[in-house]
């Protein structure tokens, strides 16, 4: 599945092997590797993959089938912080009622 998935972010992408091996400080034969299926990255190679084309390990190692994974705040199951501190559940409920509102607000 990371194979498939790295050569298409990476055609989508319009990226060359050589690029992606250059961010990457790999051989490009490395990386070619990896997306002909012959190689399978190291766990901080998927990592810094997911860095690079800006999604996630679970996207690339296909656990999840959206690129680019969403968060449903109306059904949070972990913490969501600001500036390092937790929110509680009334103000995950302030700013959805927030952002409802300016979003009502900009249909108008």
Known sequence: MIAKRLSELRKKKKWSLQYIADQLNIAKSTYA????????????AV?????????????LLGVVDDEQQTIELTNTSFPITV??????????????????????MAKK
């Open 83 to 104: 500036d390092g501190e937790r929110l509680t559940e009334d103000e995950i409920h302030q700013l959805i009622a927030f952002i409802r509102v300016k979003r009502e």
């Open 47 to 59: 990592k810094e993959l997911a860095t690079l084309f800006g999604t996630s390990t679970d996207y």
């Open 33 to 44: 590797g990896y997306e002909s299926g012959y190689r399978q990255p190291s766990l901080e």
